[in-house]
Structure formats: structure tokens, C-alpha cells
Nanobody, 123 residues
Framework: QVQLVESGGGLVQAGGSLRLSCAAS????????MGWFRQAPGKEREFVAT????????YYADIVKGRFTISRDNAKNTVYLQMNNLKPEDTAVYFC????????????????WGQGTQVTVSS
């Protein structure tokens, strides 16, 4: 089992930065691939970034590549999403997700989800 709690969302002007945090706990937290997804009003949930827990391999959606960075702190069981050069189209609820012993960018394959944190980017 993995429990996830996101934090760090807020309101920022276009071009600004935010850092999201996801605190993971539970027996499977140390062997899970972690991912960030987002969902804007009226749109489907989309993949943002993912990172493995053991080796730290990463993968990004093209729309955020070069602007967002996913990282982890194993000692704290926490993953981060550093978001730079934010755009209004980045506005969404951002979700942290986990899936043990897998590497995938498909939201359908992630077993555990946090409650989400709102990110709003204004012009």
C-alpha cells in the first residue's frame, strides 16, 4: 500500500515557477514508480512526468520537457515536481501517483493516487 499527499500548488503568473511535493508512505513506497499527472477543467487527465524509486530513471511529456523536472528524496520518501516557465495552459489539478515495481506513463496502470493540488497560472 502507498499513501500519497501532494502540496505546493498555488497561483503564479505566466513565466513563474512552483515546486510541488508528494509525500509517500506505506509498505510499498520504497519500491514504487512515482508519476505526476494533471487534469484541467473539461479535459481528461494527462501524464506529466515519472521517476523510478530504485534507479531514478525519468520520463517527461513533450509539452513540459525542458520546463519541468521530477526528482526524489528517498530519505524523506518524497518526490518533487519543479515547474519553471509556467504557462496558462499548465493550469490544472496536479496528482501524484504510484505503482509498485513498474515503469509506465499510463495513468490506468497506476494503483495509488493522491488527492491533488491546484496549480493556477495567470497571464
Amino acid at each position: 500500500q502507498v499513501q500519497l499527499v501532494e502540496s505546493g500548488g498555488g497561483l503564479v503568473q505566466a513565466g513563474g515557477s512552483l515546486r510541488l511535493s508528494c509525500a509517500a508512505s506505506g509498505r510499498d513506497a520504497g519500491r514504487s514508480t512515482m508519476g505526476w499527472f494533471r487534469q484541467a477543467p473539461g479535459k481528461e487527465r494527462e501524464f506529466v512526468a515519472t521517476i523510478t524509486w530504485s534507479y531514478g530513471s525519468t520520463y517527461y511529456a513533450d509539452i513540459v520537457k525542458g520546463r519541468f523536472t521530477i526528482s526524489r528524496d528517498n530519505a524523506k520518501n518524497t518526490v518533487y515536481l519543479q515547474m519553471n516557465n509556467l504557462k496558462p495552459e499548465d493550469t490544472a489539478v496536479y496528482f501524484c501517483a504510484a505503482t509498485p515495481e513498474k515503469f509506465t506513463i499510463s495513468g490506468a496502470e497506476y494503483e495509488y493516487w493522491g488527492q491533488g493540488t491546484q496549480v493556477t497560472v495567470s497571464s
